[in-house]
T-cell receptor
Framework: GAVVSQHPSRVICKSGTSVKIECRSL??????MFWYRQFPKQSLMLMAT?????????EQGVEKDKFLINHASLTLSTLTVTSAHPEDSSFYIC??????????FGPGTRLLVL | GNSVTQMEGPVTLSEEAFLTINCTYTATGYPSLFWYVQYPGEGLQLLLK?????DKGSNKGFEATYRKETTSFHLEKGSVQVSDSAVYFC?????????????????FGQGTILTVHP
């Protein structure tokens, strides 16, 4: 069964609005979650590491003020795309790291900004 | 830094054909190596992994051996099925004993699209 869920699975929004994506760990307590971005026919790019109870760690080149991450509990992390623009349209995927090395991935959220 | 290079796709095979998807990596120390599979419309799933040199990961008929001397982790399957059609990603994570902010981070290859025809 699913280990990680994401909501929504698909969202369309207008340029300039903010969108929140939830990532839930269903079976494990996850102190660490990761957020990725996947462009069509390309690989996953790690955006940030979400740490429960502390600030997220962003990869180089990722704007932390644009992609707000909140890891409020051991089972929930949220990614908010602020003031979204068409270039933010992408597939956003989260994963959890419940124990040594093995990550479990969510099904992803397709964001389309018009 | 770490990097993973996969053979370019797409790969198209007939059912029961032999599959090889090449993967080579560059990393410091002794990374763990993974193959993930992404079926149409689904999230990534761990297919197999190997955590040290000469380890062989296997699952669902797929195999890959951690070759440190050639820095490779090629994926193989002796007889593919239509249901194996998916995107396959090779990935590595930092050394198994690493801690700190880099622990658990995955570096992915570009993915290889596999299509198997009946």
């Amino acid at each position: 069964g699913a280990v990680v869920s994401q909501h929504p699975s698909r969202v369309i929004c207008k340029s300039g609005t903010s969108v929140k994506i939830e990532c839930r760990s269903l079976d494990f307590q996850a102190t660490t979650m990761f957020w990725y971005r996947q462009f069509p026919k390309q690989s996953l790019m790690l955006m940030a590491t979400s740490n429960e109870g502390s600030k997220a760690t962003y990869e180089q080149g990722v704007e932390k003020d644009k992609f707000l991450i909140n890891h409020a509990s051991l089972t929930l992390s949220t990614l908010t795309v602020t003031s979204a623009h068409p270039e933010d349209s992408s597939f956003y995927i989260c994963s959890i790291l419940p124990y040594q090395e093995t990550q479990y991935f969510g099904p992803g959220t397709r964001l389309l900004v018009l | 830094g770490n990097s993973v290079t996969q053979m370019e796709g797409p790969v198209t095979l007939s059912e029961e054909a032999f599959l090889t998807i090449n993967c080579t990596y560059t990393a410091t120390g002794y990374p763990s190596l993974f193959w993930y599979v992404q079926y149409p419309g689904e999230g990534l799933q761990l297919l197999l992994k190997a955590t040290k040199a000469d380890d062989k990961g296997s699952n669902k008929g797929f195999e890959a051996t951690y070759r440190k001397e050639t820095t490779s982790f090629h994926l193989e399957k002796g007889s593919v099925q239509v249901s194996d059609s998916a995107v396959y990603f090779c990935a590595l994570s930092g050394p198994a004993n690493a801690g700190g902010t880099s622990y658990g981070k995955l570096t992915f290859g570009q993915g290889t699209i596999l299509t198997v025809h009946p």
